[in-house]
Nanobody, 122 residues
Framework: QVQLVESGGGLVQAGTSLRLSCAAS????????MGWFRQAPGKEREFVAS?????DYADSVKGRFTISRDNAKNTVYLQMDSLKPEDTGVYYC??????????????????WGQGTQVTVSS
């Protein structure tokens, strides 16, 4: 089991940047796929980005968001640039030991953080 704690959300204007952090407990952090998901009001939780030995991004954030990890610090980051109002939502960090080809499915992840709110104003 991995415990996850997100931080770094906030209220920003469109076109600006935010960096989210997710601190994980556990000695096998480096073995996990780490994912970021988001959920807007009235919508389903959607995949944003994931990382293990390589990275993957949703088309809606590709070129604007960067996921990275520091295994020495048991932390994964999501650098969000050129933010848009449609990026607004609660952002969740998640961890899984499943296969890489299942990285985009929320139900592949058994460990979730509490979420952090990101609001982008126009």
């Amino acid at each position: 089991q991995v415990q996850l704690v997100e931080s770094g959300g906030g209220l920003v204007q469109a076109g600006t940047s935010l960096r989210l952090s997710c601190a994980a407990s556990g000695r096998t952090f480096s073995n996990y796929i780490m994912g970021w998901f988001r959920q807007a009001p009235g919508k389903e939780r959607e995949f944003v980005a994931s990382i293990r030995y390589s990275t993957d991004y949703a088309d809606s954030v590709k070129g604007r968001f960067t996921i990275s990890r520091d295994n020495a610090k048991n932390t994964v980051y999501l650098q969000m640039d050129s933010l848009k109002p449609e990026d607004t939502g609660v952002y969740y960090c998640a961890a899984t030991a499943t296969a890489w080809n299942l990285r985009r499915a929320p139900n592949s992840y058994g460990n979730w953080g509490q979420g952090t709110q990101v609001t982008v104003s126009s």
